[in-house]
């Protein structure tokens, strides 16, 4: 079949299994533009949606949130020079969260590369350092082949971001093309029998072992099989914020966040146990604190797909490589059932004493989390922003399954979470979907309210208005001398004149009483919604670990005031 190289590039995605593409248009990706409409007026049944997003930052942010609630690879278009720029921050985003996702951008003729054409950038060099692969295309005979590359690199053993760029003059010209099926992603890693008899041996011969759950034990499906060990082990369980909903979290095995803003029972738990199992972790500086003063008094045993990781930010008393899934499915056949009374009864007994708490008497972020984790019944799925609102969403819904907590992790994106939500709720179209954001990170895309509106995508979002960047101030409160250089964004800005403006429903509530009303009602509707929640700007998130601290040296309010 004799096609142009901007059919194939529709061809191939169809042929990869894609449904939706989020994207922006523009002069040079205009042939696979024109492809795609044709293709959709062809196939009018099973064609490849297309979300305009208002910018194309929103389109990557909205890919990865789809591939994050789907476990698919999330795919964007964007045209050469600034549209392609605009996706950086985006792929970035995915790329220090492992997701898998496929940037397709195109780029000028090949004849004008190098000579400063318009709208020409070396997008494959920019994004080099934040992808798993990027390339540019400069002849049709290698296009399908690269796009069939780019998902299986995508999807293979650490997933994470691809960019594909190709130049205007491939997608105009015509080429053979002949269908194949895709690859199957490869998965098993380098562990061998004997990794597995000493991971094994560590776990049987530990008296207070502690699981400690990263991102990957999301990524890989194994919340069944780590609930298992658990179990086996008779042992409690501590996640990251990656880690979200592969313990469920009404489980009394379950002790909460580890970390910077993690609770107490997790933080002295670690710090206690004689043996950390870290599945799917990358040890990162906001769980550790102090490295040199990281569970001290532990042999350290890594599992983990990604080879690199080992040892990178922790010494490992011992490592598996591999996917987590199999290997665990391996473990859980080996290890025997466990009784551990005492040292379950030690943590149970943190976890009463240091119970996450609130002021209850005005209105917070952490009561219309409640309350909302109440109405969906923990169903839904959250996506944030990055500062004070996205650890109280970690902290106080009830995430039961893996795939419903979605944030900025690694890179800490402010202005993810619109766009994560939009991407989110297109690929589980069934799933409440809602988005936390405070009032600082919304202004930067809100734009994105807009998509939302445009194809009445019924996310709800919601906006924690304390007129401050929260997280930076809560620093400047208790490092710098209550000295709030540039954190104070009081001024004449009505977020729900904005919404409305967009196209989207908005409610504002100033207290508690008028929360469970505001959300209800924007559960019941099928439309976008935004609820802005005006709190006060001093609210802090505890526990906390000052940066560079050992992790045993969480403190609280509580502590404060001692």
């Known amino acids: 079949?004799?096609?142009?190289?901007?059919?194939?590039?529709?061809?191939?995605?169809?042929?990869?299994?894609?449904?939706?593409?989020?994207?922006?248009?523009?002069?040079?990706?205009?042939?696979?533009?024109?492809?795609?409409?044709?293709?959709?007026?062809?196939?009018?049944?099973?064609?490849?949606?297309?979300?305009?997003?208002?910018?194309?930052?929103?389109?990557?942010?909205?890919?990865?949130?789809?591939?994050?609630?789907?476990?698919?690879?999330?795919?964007?278009?964007?045209?050469?020079?600034?549209?392609?720029?605009?996706?950086?921050?985006?792929?970035?985003?995915?790329?220090?969260?492992?997701?898998?996702?496929?940037?397709?951008?195109?780029?000028?003729?090949?004849?004008?590369?190098?000579?400063?054409?318009?709208?020409?950038?070396?997008?494959?060099?920019?994004?080099?350092?934040?992808?798993?692969?990027?390339?540019?295309?400069?002849?049709?005979?290698?296009?399908?082949?690269?796009?069939?590359?780019?998902?299986?690199?995508?999807?293979?053993?650490?997933?994470?971001?691809?960019?594909?760029?190709?130049?205007?003059?491939?997608?105009?010209?015509?080429?053979?093309?002949?269908?194949?099926?895709?690859?199957?992603?490869?998965?098993?890693?380098?562990?061998?029998?004997?990794?597995?008899?000493?991971?094994?041996?560590?776990?049987?011969?530990?008296?207070?072992?502690?699981?400690?759950?990263?991102?990957?034990?999301?990524?890989?499906?194994?919340?069944?099989?780590?609930?298992?060990?658990?179990?086996?082990?008779?042992?409690?369980?501590?996640?990251?914020?990656?880690?979200?909903?592969?313990?469920?979290?009404?489980?009394?095995?379950?002790?909460?966040?580890?970390?910077?803003?993690?609770?107490?029972?997790?933080?002295?738990?670690?710090?206690?146990?004689?043996?950390?199992?870290?599945?799917?972790?990358?040890?990162?500086?906001?769980?550790i604190g102090n490295a040199s003063k990281f569970a001290t008094g532990a042999k350290i045993l890594h599992i983990d797909i990604d080879d690199a990781e080992i040892d990178k930010n922790i010494k490992t008393d011992a490592s598996v490589v591999g996917d987590l899934k199999e290997v665990l499915t391996i473990i859980n056949q080996k290890i025997k059932k466990h009784k551990h009374e005492t040292w379950m009864k030690h943590i149970y007994d943190l976890n009463r004493k240091y119970p996450m708490s609130y002021d209850k008497s005005v209105l917070s972020c952490p009561y219309l989390i409640e309350e909302l984790d109440k109405l969906t019944k923990g169903q839904a799925i959250i996506t944030t922003d990055v500062g004070q609102h996205q650890m109280w969403a970690a902290q106080y819904y009830k995430y039961t399954m893996p795939r419903t907590f979605i944030s900025s992790g690694g890179l800490g994106t402010m202005g993810y979470g619109l766009g994560a939500c939009i991407g989110a709720k297109v690929g589980k179209p069934d799933k409440v979907c809602v988005n936390i954001a405070g009032d600082g990170c919304f202004r930067m895309n809100m734009n994105e309210l807009a998509t939302a509106s445009r194809y009445n995508i019924p996310i709800i979002e919601v906006v924690i208005n304390n007129q401050v960047l929260g997280m930076v101030r809560q620093w400047q409160t208790l490092f710098y001398g209550k000295r709030y250089s540039q954190t104070v964004i009081e001024d004449k800005v009505d977020y729900c004149k904005v919404a409305e403006g967009l196209g989207v429903k908005a409610f504002r509530v100033t207290k508690p009483e008028d929360v469970k009303k505001a959300l209800k009602k924007a559960l019941s509707l099928k439309e976008p919604v935004l609820i802005e929640c005006v709190i006060g700007k001093d609210d802090k998130v505890f526990p906390m670990v000052p940066a560079g601290a050992p992790i045993s040296e969480a403190f609280d309010a509580a502590d404060m005031k001692d």
């Not at 042939?31 to 305009?52: Q, S």
């Open 1 to 287: 079949m004799l096609i142009s190289g901007a059919d194939i590039v529709i061809e191939c995605l169809k042929e990869q299994g894609v449904d939706t593409v989020f994207g922006y248009p523009g002069g040079t990706i205009l042939n696979v533009y024109d492809a795609l409409y044709k293709y959709n007026e062809t196939h009018k049944k099973d064609g490849i949606r297309h979300i305009l997003t208002s910018h194309e930052q929103g389109a990557a942010h909205a890919a990865d949130g789809y591939a994050r609630a789907t476990g698919r690879v999330g795919v964007c278009f964007a045209t050469s020079g600034p549209g392609a720029t605009n996706l950086v921050t985006g792929i970035a985003t995915a790329y220090m969260d492992s997701v898998p996702m496929v940037a397709i951008t195109c780029n000028v003729n090949l004849p004008l590369l190098g000579k400063d054409t318009f709208q020409e950038v070396d997008i494959a060099g920019v994004t080099m350092p934040i992808t798993k692969h990027s390339i540019i295309v400069k002849d049709i005979n290698d296009l399908a082949p690269t796009i069939r590359k780019a998902f299986k690199i995508a999807t293979s053993k650490r997933p994470g971001p691809v960019l594909v760029d190709i130049t205007k003059d491939v997608t105009a010209s015509m080429c053979e093309y002949k269908k194949e099926k895709p690859e199957d992603s490869l998965k098993t890693g380098s562990y061998t029998t004997a990794d597995i008899e000493v991971a094994v041996k560590l776990m049987e011969s530990s008296k207070k072992p502690f699981i400690y759950v990263g991102g990957g034990a999301v990524i890989s499906g194994a919340h069944e099989e780590v609930r298992e060990l658990a179990e086996k082990l008779d042992c409690p369980v501590c996640d990251t914020l990656m880690g979200k909903g592969v313990m469920d979290a009404y489980s009394p095995r379950y002790t909460g966040m580890i970390g910077m803003h993690g609770t107490k029972a997790s933080n002295f738990g670690v710090s206690e146990c004689d043996l950390l199992i870290a599945l799917g972790a990358r040890f990162s500086d906001r769980v």
